[in-house]
């Protein structure tokens, strides 16, 4: 029975020496593809409807085909994949709505099916491993599939809204983070501007202080040159206000202002030395006090 290629089959040879005839079946040990075709199952609510096809992939392992096959023949298969899968597919049908088993939980199937035959071979026939399930959509009647594809037509055009909403609110967001990022661009050059502008102006300041220090030093200086210079002058004023001085600048003075008179009577001129005595030493008491003045 370990002679494991082909399909399942069965040949008969005939001994010499006995009249019995025995029967050998090859049976695979690989991994191949069970098929159901045609299954009916009613739902929750009571709606036939139809699997057109469900295929299980499945392996029986070697060393437990001689088990397998002692127990349950050699159409084990039938026994624990074909009506196992009619069985599980209408226990799980019967206990969810169309919505569910045509939708929502869809699927869930192929996985739920594999586990739940597993589960009875792994008990029953542990030879028998159940590699997968895939489970084909369901024929359902034809006003329920309009329903349906009116249903998809509806859910379609709401995911398109929600798609073109999406985008809408990108679009702002990015609006947002543009115009975000045009401020803080702004700011910064403002920033920089006015950097700048300070800047210039504390340039400008200090080029106004050292222009106004430039002028009160040269302010300074032609004041306190005049101030020399006055002070020079009052000094050789001073030496040179001498009575011999005084009295040449005096007659150059009456010399300068001399008349000339004409007619029959001429003015008497008293001219006293005295008077040009106390004019000379009055001139010279004063000097002094005018060197003070200045000074201070």
């Not at 035959?117 to 959509?137: F, H, L, N, S, W």
């Not at 004041?223 to 001498?242: C, Q």
């Amino acid at each position: 029975m370990d002679n494991t290629q082909g399909r399942v089959g069965a040949s008969g040879t005939t001994r010499a020496q006995r009249d019995t005839q025995a029967t050998i079946f090859c049976v695979l040990v690989v991994a191949i593809c069970f098929m159901v075709r045609d299954i009916p199952c009613g739902t929750k609510g009571g709606v036939m409807i139809f699997f057109d096809k469900i295929e299980v992939v499945n392996r029986l392992r070697k060393e437990y085909v001689y088990d397998t096959l002692l127990n349950y023949g050699v159409t084990y298969d039938k026994t624990w994949i074909y009506d196992k899968i009619h069985h599980e597919i209408n226990q799980f049908c019967s206990s969810h709505t169309l919505q569910e088993v045509y939708t929502d939980m869809f699927d869930q199937i192929d996985e739920q099916m594999k586990e739940a035959i597993q589960a009875d071979c792994t008990r029953y026939a542990p030879g028998i491993e159940i590699i997968g399930v895939r489970v084909t959509k369901p024929t359902i009647p034809a006003t329920i599939a309009r329903n349906y594809e009116r249903m998809e037509e509806e859910r379609t055009k709401v995911l398109i809204a929600i798609e073109k909403q999406k985008v809408l609110e990108k679009e702002v967001e990015t609006q947002k983070k543009m115009a975000v990022t045009e401020a803080e661009k702004d700011a910064h050059v403002s920033k920089i501007v006015m950097a700048q502008k300070l800047t210039e102006k504390e340039s400008i300041k200090m080029q106004q202080e050292i222009e106004n220090e430039m002028y009160l030093a040269r302010e300074r200086s032609l004041a306190d040159s005049y101030f020399y210079k006055v002070m020079k002058e009052a000094e050789a004023n001073r030496l040179k206000l001498t009575p011999e001085y005084l009295e040449l600048r005096f007659i150059e003075a009456i010399a300068n202002n001399t008349k000339m008179f004409f007619g029959d009577k001429v003015p008497n001129m008293i001219f006293d030395q005295r008077l040009l005595g106390n004019f000379l030493t009055g001139t010279l008491r004063s000097m002094p006090k005018q060197s003070e003045k200045l000074t201070q």
